[in-house]
């Protein structure tokens, strides 16, 4: 049996969704900020004139990383959405154990759940990637309640390598 929901594409779902999609390469680049920060202290601490230079990288690293994060991102997502205009109409997904189907303004698709290559999901969106840079996405308060989000994953589930 299939199911069926609809929904818009709203700037906060499509910040949702970009912010799940760069988690990863976020939490690196943080973390990679980080430790030359740290080395940049070391070398401080040992008297290595390089010391303060590494250390200003780091921060320098750790504060664009932020403001990228809180505004550039932001409102490079609203930009977009304004000028993708499809994505404030009216999308009507469904889905059963093998396809899952769309319809949108622009026309229909269809595709076999073994044609994604792996999917994500935060606890606004799901992400599901036709190749790695490529996604569709599934807001789930499109979602009736939480049977409706425990099958779409369960079908997900086949694509086979799920990301936190």
Not at 29 to 40: D, I, R
Not at 95 to 102: E, F, N, R, T, V
């Amino acid at each position: 049996m299939a199911n069926t929901v609809s929904g818009r594409i709203t700037p906060a779902i499509y910040l949702q969704a970009q912010q799940l999609h760069r988690a990863r390469a976020v939490k690196i680049a943080y973390l990679c900020c980080a430790v030359l920060a740290l080395v940049g202290v070391a070398g401080i601490a040992l008297g290595y004139r390089w010391g303060l230079m590494v250390f200003a990288a780091g921060i320098g690293g750790l504060l664009g990383q932020w403001i990228a994060e809180r505004f550039y991102i932001p409102y490079k997502v609203k930009k977009l959405h304004g000028q993708y205009k499809d994505l404030s109409s009216e999308f009507t997904m469904t889905w059963d154990a093998q396809y899952l189907q769309g319809q949108g303004p622009s026309g229909r698709s269809q595709r076999l759940w073994s044609n994604y290559c792996k999917w994500k999901e935060d606890r606004h969106v799901f992400l599901l990637y036709i190749a790695d840079n490529l996604y569709e996405m599934m807001p789930k308060a499109w979602f009736a309640d939480a049977a409706e989000i425990d099958d779409f994953r369960r079908c997900a589930s086949q694509i086979g390598q799920a990301t936190p």
